[in-house]
């Protein structure tokens, strides 16, 4: 007769049995999965290395090309603006070394530039916008046709364009130097804007900015500055906008301008002015731009060509 004893001693080998058993094979395919991790991990580890490796070959690359934009910039751009008249307009996220080398290769390129304005934060702010509004309607000069748009980005382009810019046709300033002073001395006032000394009018402008705008209002802030930029275009006898890399994305003032034909049809655009071949680019598109053409230039991908005169290698 099978004894309790028996049945107990029986059960407690057959858990004992089952617990050698899960402990052999999970030991079993443990030592499989490591295997297995470890030849992943090791062709990982691989892939990570002629990534770098490829990443170090294309930045040796890419350094080497922009040292050789720098160094052939000034003789590919020398006479292009022989005698011509540049006023520079900033935004507050341009960075500075943009822009010095920028005033520096337009020297080169036998242009003057005759003062520099920085449009601050409060300028493209959409909170400010009413302010803004005000401020620009009370300065406008006398006998000045402002555009019927409300929008503030084109208002203030009327007003700046008016006194900052020669007349196209005539190369004669639009406006007095008495109204020149008030209009800069206005907007400084409100916050807006940040005048250089003895700013003079010229016959072309860049307006040079940074990165894509973010946070609240994004969208609103970048196009203050494109509709600024293009209202700028109409009133001289041209304008280029040029931004760092992002500038051309959709919070981006270039990528407003990109985005909307009226505007690509009149205003250059150039997406890599933090390199010298965009700097390059920027003084090209000026010169495009007293021979009555537009364009897109740089590395983005709704550019249509890296710089004016060189052809597409995208189709775009």
Known sequence: MISLR??????????LALAVGVVLGSTALNGTLLSGLAG??????????????QRNALTARLADADAFAGAMGPKVVAGVLDKRSVV????????PADRDALKQLIGQSGATVTGEVQLTAAFADPDKADQLRDVVTRLQPAGSKFPTAGDTGTLAGALLGSVLLLDKTSA??????EELAAALGGLTDGGFVKAGPDVKPAQLAVVLTGAQATGDGAGDRAATIARFATQLDRTGAGTVLA??????????????VRADTSSTSILS???????????VSTVL??????????????IAGNAQAPAPGVASQSGN
Do not use: M, W
Request: net charge negative; with cysteine; proline share 1%.
């Open 243 to 256: 931004g760092d890399a992002g500038s051309a994305d959709g919070t981006g003032a270039l990528g407003v």
């Open 6 to 15: 028996y049945h107990v001693v029986s059960i407690a080998a057959c858990f």
């Open 172 to 177: 004669k300033p639009q406006s007095s130097g």
């Open 285 to 298: 598109a000026l010169k495009e731009q007293l021979d009555g053409a537009a364009g897109r230039y740089g």
């Open 88 to 95: 520079l307009v900033t935004t507050e996220d341009a960075r």
């Open 40 to 53: 992943e991990k090791k062709d990982l580890g691989s892939q990570v290395s002629d990534l770098e490796a």
């Open 269 to 279: 655009t150039v997406d890599n002015v933090d390199t010298s071949a965009g700097r």
